[in-house]
């Protein structure tokens, strides 16, 4: 059974910086592509950030690029979305997810079979 765990959450002011992480349990993050996803009040999830299997390969929604990046510690089995210059409109919860399935894109939830729990991000205007 493949566990994600999030972390790193919290209240941030505009303009602030958090880095959430994402540990898992076992080596799953060696051999999938990892994805970070967002769910505001009264909204759809959405996506956020995904990072290819190898590393090299990085994605980013418009709302997080130049601004979010998205990273793997292989030896730890952790992937980090760090998060600088938010605004009040990244509030949300943050899931990430790993576990990539096939006829799906990176951006699409449907695209990974495990999920975590989230962690809340608050920004304070």
């Known amino acids: 059974q493949v566990q994600l765990v999030e972390s790193g959450g919290g209240l941030v002011q505009t303009g602030g910086s958090l880095r959430l992480s994402c540990a898992a349990s076992?080596?799953?993050?060696?051999?999938?592509?990892v994805g970070w996803f967002r769910q505001a009040p009264g909204k759809e999830r959405e996506f956020v950030a995904a990072?290819?299997?190898?590393?090299?390969?990085?994605y980013y929604a418009d709302s997080a690029k130049g601004r979010f990046t998205i990273s793997r510690d292989s030896a730890k089995n952790t992937v980090y979305l760090q998060m600088n210059s938010q605004k009040p409109e990244d509030r949300a919860v943050y899931y990430c997810a790993a576990g990539r399935t096939g006829g799906s894109y990176y951006y699409q939830t449907k695209g990974y079979a495990y999920w975590g729990q989230g962690t809340q991000v608050t920004v304070s205007s």
């Open positions: 076992g080596s799953i993050f060696s051999s999938t592509g």
């Open positions: 990072i290819g299997r190898s590393s090299i390969s990085t």
